[in-house]
């Protein structure tokens, strides 16, 4: 089975903090996507990787940059965290040659911020 | 524009009942359509995905429809439970590979004792 971890499932930090939020996939995914998640919006692409050290914007990348330095590690980094910023965030991969529908999610970081 | 709209925002049914859910895209060029489930905390997984050739697709009790000629597509749940109780996203894709997702916002369904 596909496994994608997320390392917290919740998360406070208050405005103007440096936030780390981390994914890891255990199945030599080459694309890892970051999306966040709000009521009554649904799912928003931040930003994907096609392989280590690629990115590309997604929809919404303001106030967001990633790091992929390993191939199974996809990184989202809020700057400095604001309050517009508490949300859901969900990563995901995709295995190659599949379709981009064919996404894997891990359990999300509920992230707050104060 | 490509968008994805699904109705209804919400909907409580009683265990054992029956239940439809919507999906209207608008998304082109299509390349197949996913019904997500989401438990509260959870991240989706997928319940079932379409193409353009399919019509109907089922996953135990879940039945999946798609017309492709007026855009629609339905999640049909047949003899409820508790644990269907959770939000269900109708995902579109767009183009192939390097193609992208297009995400409604979900029907939060509860299902009651």
């Known amino acids: 089975d596909v496994k994608v971890t997320q390392s917290s499932r919740y998360l406070v930090k208050r405005t103007g903090e440096k936030v780390f939020l981390e994914c890891v996939q255990d199945?030599?995914?080459?694309?890892m996507f970051w999306y966040r998640q709000d009521p009554g919006l649904g799912l928003r692409l931040i930003y994907f990787?096609?392989?280590?050290?690629?990115?590309e914007k997604g929809d919404i990348p303001e106030g967001y940059s990633v790091s992929r330095e390993k191939k199974e590690r996809f990184s989202l980094i809020l700057e400095s965290a604001s309050t517009n910023q508490t949300s859901m965030y969900l990563c995901?991969?995709?295995?190659?040659?599949?379709?981009?529908?064919?996404?894997?999610f891990g359990p999300g970081t509920r992230l707050t911020v104060l | 524009k490509n968008q994805v709209e699904q109705s209804p925002q919400s909907l409580i049914i009683l265990e054992g009942k029956n239940c439809t859910l919507q999906?209207?895209?608008?998304?082109?060029?299509?390349?197949?359509l996913r019904w997500y489930k989401q438990d509260t905390g959870r991240g989706p997984v997928s319940l079932t995905i379409?193409?353009?050739?399919?019509n109907t697709k089922s996953n135990g009790r879940y039945t999946a429809t798609l017309d492709a000629d007026t855009k629609q597509s339905s999640l049909h749940i047949t003899a409820s439970q508790l644990s269907d109780s959770a939000s269900y996203i109708c995902?579109?894709?767009?183009?192939?590979?390097?193609?992208?997702?297009?995400f409604g916002r979900g029907t939060q369904l509860t299902v009651w004792p």
């Open positions: 995902v579109v894709s767009a183009g192939s590979t390097l193609g992208r997702l297009y």
């Open positions: 999906c209207n895209y608008t998304v082109s060029p299509f390349s197949n």
């Open positions: 379409m193409t353009f050739s399919e």
């Open positions: 995901a991969s995709k295995p190659p040659g599949q379709g981009v529908s064919t996404q894997y």
């Open positions: 199945m030599d995914h080459e694309n």
């Open positions: 990787s096609y392989d280590v050290k690629m990115k």
